[in-house]
């Protein structure tokens, strides 16, 4: 629904045959209960959209006579769509009113064309005897719609005539980036390692490269959204500046996965973001990305954004601030409109650790970045770390209490602190899961038991009030290191367990951890097999058919440089030759000019 208000009409698929392999996520077909579920979170779409509008009109009407007439409109509008109809039912009474409905881009006021996915049998009669298409033919005639029958899988082979469906997958499996598991068999030692991974199909790639975006100014970023219908934890507008990230930091599948880095002009970025925020009527923009400080234009864009930011109360916020870049001119520039808490990310406690992971943070880094918060005002900082890290020991745990406390007496010690206010320090810690096609993917990820030992060892540390511990579940994080890992056998385990109830799991009410451990052990799967076992460096893994760009010896030599404690710096300074420049078909930066 990304791009939905950008459309001219909305073509809404619905259910019209039934399969017992393919569940209902209502456990039945009712294809009006569908459309009048999916028109119903449509309205409430627009009704925050139109709330947001009606806020910002009302300012104004008070000493504007059109802002006055716009404000009685809207109000009219949203008891329309208060009583369950579509603003397409709208009766416009002037050419102002018309204006004023096409600038809102309201999804409800767009066309809709229903189509009715029957089964094969079903389109020979155009659902003729289809009791469900009949129902949605009649509900789209009271409402001025439009009803076309189609079945997905004739629909790919109509062009070609009778074409398989076996023919088709193998055709698509030809384009890059497109995996078909089934084309592809697993064999596996005795030992439950796997042998290897071969196509069982002609002309099927051997390894799969991944499809990459060259140049993303050639795709703007999506300016409309559908805004949630209730409070949601990211609850702002969002722009991607950039994608990928040159940190190299050894924990992160992401950094590894998206690279090489590519990032938006600021120039693109201003405009969609000042068109996002007048569509959904956000009032908070996030610049969002692996590592947004190290846009190379970010200052510019920041000037651009505080053109017309602070006047329609559109504060900013930059989610993945470094400590080795963050500057008096970022918190000028990001504080215009409101204040956003600071999370900075420190990932272990002693700088041995964070140079094994490849942090590249030192604790002047940190001092500095935190004596610049406190003489901006504020006084609370989240510091972000990780345990169970290669080579972690507990004086690496110790190290996190140390360096918060150290943060703590920091701002005792500063004399343009805030008079008559204390200082809260939070730290964060998530238990560390290796990751596929990272340089840790090789080792094993510390036990439960080892886990609650740091954590309670960690607590243990922290001998300040001002220091508050947060850390995460272990045992999630366990199950969390056994699907990063796992292969094509646990998907019968995932179904089975959901039959068993096993969903919503990010809900610490709904996770049932001993059912997913029964599941295992009824079907025979030792999941500790998966993350809590060395890896050999030579071994062939369930994604070494996966090209994601970052060769397997880079990954080798980066696991080795880790067991020495050795850093690589950021590949925008220098090219460690990953591999990844080959996505490209040149280098991934003019090395020529000044990338720091």
């Given at each position: 629904?990304a791009?939905?208000?950008e459309?001219?009409?909305?073509v809404?698929?619905?259910?019209?045959?039934?399969?017992?392999?393919v569940?209902?996520?209502?456990g039945?077909?009712d294809?009006?209960?569908?459309?009048?579920?999916?028109d119903l979170?449509?309205?409430?779409?627009?009704?925050?959209?139109l709330?947001?509008?009606?806020?910002?009109?009302a300012?104004?009407?008070?000493m504007d006579?059109?802002a006055?007439?716009e404000?009685?409109f809207?109000e009219?509008l949203k008891?329309?769509l208060?009583?369950?109809?579509d603003?397409?039912?709208?009766?416009?009474?002037?050419?102002?009113?018309?204006?004023?409905?096409?600038?809102?881009n309201?999804l409800?006021?767009?066309?809709?064309?229903?189509?009715?996915?029957v089964?094969?049998?079903?389109l020979a009669?155009?659902?003729?005897?289809n009791?469900?298409?009949?129902?949605?033919?009649?509900?789209?005639k009271?409402h001025?719609s439009?009803v076309?029958v189609?079945?997905?899988e004739?629909e790919?082979?109509?062009k070609e005539g009778?074409v398989?469906?076996?023919?088709?997958?193998?055709?698509i499996a030809?384009?890059?980036g497109?995996y078909?598991?089934?084309?592809?068999d697993?064999?596996y030692?005795?030992?439950?390692r796997v042998?290897?991974?071969t196509p069982?199909?002609?002309?099927?790639?051997?390894v799969?490269t991944?499809?990459?975006?060259?140049d993303?100014n050639e795709?703007?970023?999506p300016?409309?959204?559908?805004v949630?219908?209730?409070?949601?934890?990211?609850?702002?507008?969002?722009?991607?500046?950039l994608?990928?990230c040159?940190?190299?930091c050894r924990?992160c599948?992401a950094?590894f996965?998206?690279?090489?880095?590519r990032?938006?002009?600021?120039?693109?970025l201003n405009?969609?973001a000042?068109?996002?925020c007048?569509?959904?009527?956000?009032?908070?923009?996030?610049?969002?990305?692996?590592?947004?400080?190290?846009?190379?234009?970010?200052e510019?864009?920041?000037?651009d954004?505080n053109e017309?930011?602070?006047?329609e109360?559109v504060?900013l916020s930059l989610p993945?601030?470094?400590?080795?870049?963050?500057?008096?001119?970022?918190?000028?520039?990001?504080?215009k409109?409101?204040?956003s808490?600071l999370?900075?990310?420190?990932?272990?406690?002693?700088?041995?650790?964070?140079?094994?992971?490849?942090k590249?943070?030192t604790w002047d880094?940190?001092?500095?970045?935190?004596?610049?918060?406190?003489?901006?005002?504020?006084?609370s900082?989240k510091l972000?770390?990780m345990m169970?890290?290669?080579?972690?020991?507990?004086?690496d745990?110790?190290g996190?209490?140390e360096?918060?406390?150290?943060?703590?007496?920091?701002?005792?010690?500063?004399?343009?602190?805030?008079?008559?206010?204390?200082?809260?320090?939070?730290i964060?810690?998530?238990?560390?899961?290796?990751k596929?096609h990272t340089p840790?993917?090789?080792?094993?990820?510390?036990?439960?038991e080892?886990?609650r030992?740091?954590q309670k060892h960690?607590?243990?540390?922290?001998?300040?009030r001002?220091?508050?511990?947060?850390?995460?579940?272990?045992?999630?994080?366990?199950l969390?290191g056994?699907?990063?890992k796992?292969?094509?056998r646990?998907?019968?385990?995932?179904?089975?367990?959901?039959?068993?109830?096993?969903y919503f799991?990010?809900w610490?009410?709904?996770?049932k951890?001993d059912t997913?451990?029964?599941t295992f052990a009824?079907m025979?799967i030792?999941?500790a097999?998966?993350?809590?076992?060395a890896?050999?460096?030579?071994?062939?893994?369930?994604?070494?058919?996966m090209d994601?760009?970052?060769?397997?010896?880079y990954?080798v030599r980066?696991?080795?440089?880790?067991l020495?404690?050795?850093?690589?710096?950021?590949?925008?300074?220098?090219?460690?030759g990953?591999g990844?420049n080959?996505?490209?078909?040149?280098?991934?930066?003019d090395?020529?000019?000044?990338?720091?």
């Open positions: 629904l791009n939905i208000r459309v001219d009409a909305i809404h698929v619905v259910r019209c045959f039934e399969d017992p392999n569940i209902h996520v209502d039945s077909i294809p009006l209960r569908d459309i009048e579920t999916i979170e449509l309205i409430f779409a627009d009704l925050e959209v709330e947001r509008r009606i806020s910002k009109t300012k104004s009407a008070r006579k059109e006055a007439k404000l009685e809207q009219r008891k329309l208060e009583d369950g109809k603003a397409i039912l709208m009766e416009l009474q002037n050419e102002d009113e018309e204006k004023w409905i096409a600038e809102y309201l409800t006021s767009k066309p809709v064309i229903y189509a009715a996915n089964a094969e049998d079903d009669d155009d659902g003729a005897n009791s469900y298409v009949q129902s949605v033919r009649e509900y789209a009271e001025n439009e076309f189609i079945c997905a004739i790919r082979a109509k009778s398989s469906k076996k023919e088709l997958l193998r055709r030809k384009i890059p497109v078909i598991p089934a084309f592809y697993v064999t030692f005795e030992d439950g042998k290897a991974i069982n199909e002609p002309g099927i790639p051997a799969i991944k499809a990459i975006i060259k993303l795709f703007a970023p300016t409309n959204f559908v949630p219908m209730v409070g949601a934890i990211q609850d702002r507008a969002s722009i991607e500046v994608r990928g040159v940190r190299g924990f599948q950094g996965l998206y690279r090489p880095m990032q938006r002009d600021a120039s693109l405009k969609a000042q068109d996002l007048a569509n959904t009527g956000y009032e908070e923009l996030s610049l969002s990305s692996l590592s947004t400080s190290d846009h190379g234009q970010l510019e864009l920041l000037d954004l017309w930011a602070p006047k109360h504060s993945s601030l470094r400590m080795d870049n963050f500057s008096q001119s970022l918190i000028e520039k990001t504080t409109v409101r204040k808490g999370t900075f990310a420190a990932e272990a406690g002693t700088q041995r650790l964070r140079d094994v992971i490849n590249n943070v880094e940190i001092e500095k970045t935190c004596s610049l918060a406190f003489a901006n005002g504020y006084t900082v972000y770390f169970g890290l290669p080579t972690e020991t507990m004086e745990i110790e996190i209490a360096t918060a406390q150290k943060v703590v007496d920091l701002y005792y010690s500063l004399p343009k602190r805030g008079k008559g206010k204390g200082v809260q320090v939070t964060s810690c998530a238990c560390f899961v290796p596929p840790f993917e090789f080792v094993p990820m510390d036990t439960e080892m886990l030992a740091k960690l607590l243990e540390s922290v001998h300040s001002k220091i508050k511990v947060n850390y995460h579940d272990s045992t999630t994080s366990f969390e056994v699907f990063a796992g292969d094509r646990l998907a019968p385990v995932i179904l089975e367990a959901y039959k068993r109830g096993c799991d990010g610490e009410e709904c996770f951890y997913w451990m029964q009824d025979g030792d999941p097999f998966y993350c809590q076992r890896i050999g460096l030579d071994e062939v893994t369930p994604w070494s058919h994601y760009g970052v060769t397997h010896e990954l980066e696991y080795n440089k880790a020495a404690a050795q850093t690589t710096q950021p590949c925008n300074r220098a090219c460690h990953c990844a080959h996505l490209l078909g040149g280098p991934c930066f090395y020529s000019q000044n990338l720091v």
